[in-house]
């Protein structure tokens, strides 16, 4: 690894432990070469890409579009490709690499599916490798910082029903769970920045306890 790729990567994940209150995934991530379908929904969704594949040993490949790598020229040091890169892309996904793609090919309202471009069900097919939904969420929830949900789901050959059931499937976790405490089924990848309200949790309850005694001039119970 240079220099500048490592340079990168610490400010990358520096961000994220400090502006994000925790990355959690569920599903299984593919162990060989695979085509990984996003939706792409939050400003955050490169980095969490990023958190995911550096926690799990692997470099961020990452289909960005050409014009915003020109312009951020050094997500090349980190493996991002151009969006024209393809060939290279299918190399890639042969030889056992992630190779991460957003088939809405822009970044979109965080609702339903936009239009899906045809590109991850090619590079599948030209790799001969899986094509694997994921679904992706930065949400605020019951804390002072937005936490990074992935959902990885089961490899597809319809893209299009598969994505949209895996997102709808993670919105509905969110949506069900009371949003102070972990999701169920999801696991920590990383802890991010905590709350006040977690970072006073454990004083409270010590004074809480403290004056329920009488030992802080409370009333004992």
């Known amino acids: 690894m240079d220099?500048?790729?490592?340079?990168?990567?610490?400010?990358?994940?520096r961000t994220v432990r400090g502006r994000l209150g925790g990355v959690w995934l569920r599903g299984e991530i593919p162990a060989g070469g695979a085509i990984l379908a996003l939706n792409h929904h939050s400003w955050w969704d490169g980095y969490v890409i990023g958190e995911v594949c550096w926690s799990v040993g692997t470099r961020p490949y990452l289909l960005m579009d050409d014009a915003n790598l020109d312009r951020l020229p050094?997500?090349?040091?980190?493996?991002?490709?151009?969006?024209?890169?393809?060939?290279?892309?299918?190399?890639?996904?042969?030889?056992?690499?992630?190779?991460?793609?957003?088939?809405?090919?822009?970044?979109?309202?965080?609702?339903g599916l936009g239009d899906l471009k045809p590109g991850a069900a090619w590079l599948s097919k030209a790799a001969d490798?899986?094509?694997?939904?994921?679904?992706?969420?930065?949400?605020?929830?019951?804390?002072?910082?937005?936490?990074a949900f992935v959902r990885f789901g089961r490899p597809a050959t319809d893209l299009g029903p598969a994505l949209s059931a895996e997102l709808a499937a993670l919105d509905a976790d969110v949506r069900a769970n009371d949003p102070e405490r972990p999701l169920p089924g999801y696991l920590r990848l990383r802890h991010g920045q905590s709350s006040d309200g977690e970072r006073?949790?454990?004083?409270?309850?010590?004074?809480?306890?403290?004056?329920?005694?009488?030992?802080?001039?409370?009333?004992?119970?």
Do not use: M, Q
């Open 129 to 147: 490798v899986p094509l694997v939904p994921v679904a992706l969420r930065v949400v605020l929830r019951g804390h002072a910082y937005p936490e």
């Open 74 to 111: 050094f997500f090349r040091n980190l493996g991002v490709l151009g969006a024209h890169e393809l060939r290279k892309a299918v190399r890639l996904a042969k030889s056992g690499e992630l190779v991460w793609l957003f088939p809405e090919g822009a970044l979109c309202p965080p609702s």
């Open 200 to 221: 006073l949790d454990l004083p409270s309850r010590v004074l809480a306890s403290l004056l329920k005694r009488g030992w802080l001039g409370g009333v004992r119970a």
């Open 3 to 13: 220099l500048v790729e490592s340079g990168f990567r610490t400010l990358i994940r």
